[in-house]
């Protein structure tokens, strides 16, 4: 079945907005995230404005070597009240545009436009209002909000966010649908959801780079090397996806993660940080009334490895014992395990559902 897929991402949306309420950094390279401390910061970058990527900072990395690429840069803590506002608002216009929307983060969404389909004659015309149909939605949201985003548009989801993020910033591309395949074709593997670090490392190690050359292997193959991931990935690369645009997006997981002001390996800091963790997420899916049935436990050593290991149970939970004592032998065994130093610990809750 043919359909119209639109994808919205803002353009480096956290540091956008700084620039926006701090006319003075105009120009300046922008980072958001944990405190430097000249340096010396132990947090990491949550975004940089496309000034400061120049320099190699981007999400993720550590505050301490986006300092060291870029001393001069303006680095900022994040302000996520203000951001959330921000965002609400540029989220009621977007669903202005089809009822059948799906917020997938703090600054992206999709939209299913299919509905332009039966309203155009053929299929090409429906893609073209389409265009015209995003042009006019950013420009709504830079009229209201004096932001910029990006808009990628194609016949599903997969194809709409890689078309958003081979444009960006303030881009727009629309993917028809007989163009899709060409589209992927010259793309580096790893613009494939699903095809992460390791994945990519394995493919290459097969001598394929691109997308394009992934579709030599049979769906057979990809399923005997990559698991179930594989024939997600064999359908991915012929630009298939099926998943639908979801009305709104429920909660998949409540979860916080703390790095050390200094990495440890004593227990008593290990433990009684761990537990006002654990209290946090307790607190936070008992307000929503949600139940877990997933408990995962992430640890991430002074060599910034991390390791991470769940336990799944066959009923939803929400007993804060359940947690405590079920946690906490996941941290045990991630710790006997690993013997470095703690840089981070971190547990979260998924597999969520509002009944036992
Ligand atoms: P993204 O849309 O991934 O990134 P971005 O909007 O900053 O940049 P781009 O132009 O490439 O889209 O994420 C949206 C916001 O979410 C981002 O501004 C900050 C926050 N974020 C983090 O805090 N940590 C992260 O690791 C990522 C990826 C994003
Ligand atoms: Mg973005």
Redesign the pocket.
């Known amino acids: 079945m043919t359909r119209i897929v639109l994808h919205i991402?803002?353009?480096?949306?956290?540091?956008?907005i700084e620039e926006r309420e701090n006319p003075r950094f105009k120009g300046k390279p922008v980072v958001?995230?944990a405190d430097p401390k000249k340096g010396r910061g132990r947090g990491?970058?949550?975004?940089?404005n496309?000034e400061a990527r120049k320099y190699g900072i981007h999400?993720?990395l550590p505050i301490s070597k986006a300092f060291q690429l870029c001393p001069e840069a303006v680095f900022l803590s994040?302000n996520l009240r203000f951001?959330r506002k921000v965002s609400e608002s540029i989220f009621e216009t977007v669903k202005d545009y089809s009822s059948q929307y799906e917020i997938v983060?703090?600054?992206?969404a999709y939209l299913d436009i299919s509905f332009l389909l039966a309203k155009n004659e053929n299929l090409p015309k429906a893609y073209k209002e389409a265009g015209e149909m995003a042009d006019k939605l950013k420009k709504e949201i830079f009229i209201k909000e004096k932001l910029t985003s990006?808009i990628g548009i194609g016949p599903n989801k997969l194809i709409a966010k890689i078309a958003s993020?081979q444009d960006?910033?303030n881009g727009l591309l629309v993917i028809l649908p007989q163009n899709a395949l060409s589209f992927l074709s010259p793309l580096d593997i790893e613009i494939i959801p699903g095809i992460g670090p390791k994945t990519a490392r394995q493919l290459r190690k097969l001598g394929v780079n691109k997308v394009r050359e992934i579709r030599r292997f049979s769906k057979e193959f990809l399923q005997e090397n990559f698991g179930k991931w594989g024939v997600d990935i064999y359908h991915k690369t012929r630009a298939v996806d099926r998943s639908p645009v979801k009305g709104q997006r429920r909660i998949k997981s409540v979860g916080r993660e703390y790095t050390f002001p200094a990495d440890t390996r004593k227990p008593e800091i290990i433990f009684s940080t761990f537990e006002k963790i654990i209290e946090n997420i307790y607190k936070r899916a008992t307000r929503k009334e949600l139940y877990f049935k997933t408990i995962t436990v992430k640890c991430r050593f002074s060599n910034f490895q991390s390791h991470s290991k769940s336990i799944t149970f066959k009923k939803p939970t929400n007993q804060l014992r359940v947690l405590e004592r079920e946690s906490k032998i996941l941290l045990l065994k991630l710790l006997v395990k690993k013997r470095g130093l703690v840089r981070l610990i971190g547990v979260r809750v998924s597999n969520l559902s509002h009944k036992n």
């Open positions: 991402d803002m353009d480096c949306f956290f540091a956008q958001i995230g990491v970058v949550s975004t940089a496309y999400s993720a994040p951001y983060s703090s600054d992206e990006t993020q960006k910033p």
